[in-house]
């Protein structure tokens, strides 16, 4: 079956301490991961995708096949990192694609 | 360049009412996705269309919705009659292209709040 699990709903942290949202997927094929975020009244919007081994506001996710998890990391957090965060998982059925999301984990940094 | 805009922003209906959600993508792009949050659930896939044609219609829950996209342009998502499950966050999405294993982004709109009452 085609999931992702994002197990933590709530992460609150200090401003400058270090933070990791959790993703974990499950899917037959070659996974296609990304990271997407909401920030308050604002859209949807994509952080970064495995695919590019970017750093994009000081997060990265690595891709790990052996675990089947691609966590969200960033060694000092900030208030303005506040916001949901979305794992999503691109699933191919012939040519077509589509987004799975997790659950969500809504990180909460504190002054 | 505008982004993805979806119409309106929040709609309350009563039960067994019709609504209509639009969503207008970004100029160009071929690609458009309807998703929907469900409150306390994750976003779920509804559709997907690539010009006028419905590509995957897998996650459409019941045939009390209904999607168009005519022309190629705009999609309409219609609802009816309503129920108190449909409430809940539904998204529009966009993207240009598709490639396998290259990762393409899809541009998300603001969302329709569908509160059913």
């Known amino acids: 079956a085609q999931r992702v699990t994002q197990p933590e709903k709530l992460l609150s942290v200090f401003k400058g301490a270090p933070v990791e949202l959790k993703c974990n997927y499950s899917y037959s094929g070659s996974p296609e991961l990304f990271w997407y975020v909401q920030y308050s009244r604002q859209r949807l919007q994509l952080l970064l995708r495995?695919?590019s081994r970017e750093s994009i506001k000081g997060f990265t996710a690595d891709l790990n096949k052996g675990e089947t998890s691609f966590h969200l990391k960033k060694p000092f957090a900030q208030e303005e990192d506040s916001a949901m965060y979305y794992c999503a998982l691109s699933v191919w059925s012939g040519n077509t694609g589509k987004l799975i999301f997790g659950q969500g984990t809504t990180l909460q940094v504190k002054p | 360049e505008a982004g993805v805009t979806q119409f309106p922003s929040h709609s309350v209906i009563e039960k067994g009412q019709t609504v209509t959600l639009r969503c207008d993508p970004i100029?160009?792009?071929?690609?458009l996705y309807w998703y929907r949050r469900v409150m306390g659930k994750e976003i779920k896939f509804l559709l997907h269309?690539?010009?006028?044609?419905?590509?995957?219609e897998s996650g459409m829950p019941n045939n009390r919705f209904l999607a168009e996209r005519t022309g190629g342009t705009y999609s309409t998502l219609k609802v009816q009659p309503a129920e108190l499950e449909d409430s809940g966050v539904y998204f529009c999405?966009?993207?240009?292209?598709?490639?396998?294993?290259?990762?393409?982004?899809?541009?998300f709109g603001q969302g329709t709040r569908l509160t059913v009452v």
């Open positions: 999405a966009s993207s240009q292209v598709q490639y396998r294993g290259r990762g393409s982004e899809a541009f």
């Open positions: 495995h695919i």
């Open positions: 100029s160009g792009h071929d690609n």
């Open positions: 269309f690539v010009k006028e044609s419905k590509q995957d």
